[in-house]
Structure formats: structure tokens, C-alpha cells
């Protein structure tokens, strides 16, 4: 038997309501995709993401194609994304200021995590730590679970609409070791939220 995963889609319409859409992502619904469109200046964007994937038991799940079992689109992409003044380099020290922000959470960590290839961890200060990582394409993931840019439970991505659909062509789903989905109630099924916020504006407009 394969596991089963929901995935909710929030689209947010600008980096200043990140913490109210975060907070009301929890009650949406699982099996379909999700949108909240909360009235703004700036134009909505749009997020597209499965509304439930399959993974098979031990076998890594790329967003990518079509999915085996149910044959829908298994792509995350954005589009109608304002990108206007963002361009995060090193010589801005990955200002994103300015950019859209995809955001992507396990609600627990129980049945996999989430791995995005080609990162680059990137220290910023004294700290020995990694501050950020950054794609190969460019996206700065300012938020990640694993301290070495790992397989994690949260990935938090920033970036160009193009940084950010190039980058989510590396996401994947890395089930746990033996992990078999057995539950017959959607509300107890691992879920995925993904979070699409809007750029082109400073967070205190």
C-alpha cells in the first residue's frame, strides 16, 4: 500500500500578512487545494500544487510529472507573482526584501520530510552556523528545520517567480523508513501546506 499526503495551498497577497495566513492555514480543508485571497494593493498570486499525493513506501516523491496512483499534475509552481526590486546576491547580503515568498510545512514529521536539492549553506556573520541557504538558481530559503539544509519539516523560500518555480522543481518527499499510510480519516492523514506570499513590497507598507 502507498501513503497518502493532503496538501492545503494558502495564497497569500503580501509579505505583511505572513503571520495571519500562518496562523489560519491549520483550518483549512485537506483534500482539495485551498485558496484565501485576502483583499490588497498588490496584485494575488497564484499557487498550484496537488491536491493529495502517493507516495509508495520507501521510494522518494518528486514534485514533479504526474503522480503514479492518481495521475493529477504532482508540479508546485507559482505564478502572478510581483517580483519588482527583488534580487537577493551576496552583495545585498540576500536582502528579500522585495520578494515573493513560498512557504511549505509538514504538519508533522512522523510520515517524511521535505529535501530540496542543489542548496548552499551560507554564513553570515562570526556564528559558524549556517544563516540561510540558497539555491543554485538563486532563491534565499531563509527557513529550513535541518541546520545543514537537510530533509526538514519546514522549507521557507524567497526569490524572483522564476527562483521560485526553478527551486520547486528540486523539492521532493522523503518518506520515512517503512512508512505506510493506514488511516481512513483524511484529518489524520500527513498534510502539506504550501503558502504563496506576495512581493514587491516592503513588509512594514
Do not use: K, W
Request: net charge negative; hydrophobic share 40%.
Amino acid at each position: 500500500m502507498t501513503g497518502i499526503i493532503h496538501i492545503g495551498s494558502v495564497v497569500g497577497a503580501r509579505r505583511r500578512t505572513f503571520a495571519a495566513l500562518a496562523a489560519g492555514a491549520a483550518v483549512l480543508g485537506t483534500v482539495l487545494v485551498t485558496t484565501l485571497q485576502p483583499t490588497a494593493a498588490a496584485g494575488t498570486p497564484t499557487m498550484t500544487a496537488p491536491g493529495r499525493i502517493y507516495p509508495t513506501v520507501d521510494a522518494v516523491y518528486p514534485f514533479a510529472g504526474t503522480d503514479g496512483i492518481s495521475g493529477d499534475a504532482a508540479v508546485l509552481s507559482v505564478s502572478g507573482m510581483d517580483d519588482t526590486g527583488c534580487d537577493p546576491n551576496s552583495g545585498n547580503g540576500y536582502d528579500t526584501t522585495s520578494c515573493p515568498r513560498v512557504q511549505m510545512d509538514l504538519n508533522a514529521s512522523t510520515g517524511g520530510l521535505l529535501f530540496m536539492a542543489n542548496l548552499t549553506g551560507v554564513n553570515l556573520d562570526a556564528d559558524p552556523e549556517y544563516e540561510i541557504f540558497t539555491h543554485n538558481d538563486g532563491a534565499v530559503i531563509n527557513q529550513i528545520t535541518d541546520p545543514l539544509g537537510g530533509p526538514s519539516q519546514v522549507i521557507h523560500l524567497n526569490g524572483t517567480q522564476a527562483q521560485l518555480n526553478n527551486a520547486l522543481q528540486d523539492l521532493e518527499f522523503q518518506p520515512a523508513a517503512g512508512y505506510e499510510e493506514r488511516q481512513t480519516d483524511d484529518g489524520l492523514l500527513p498534510r502539506l501546506t504550501s503558502v504563496a506570499v506576495q512581493g514587491g513590497v516592503s513588509p512594514g507598507a
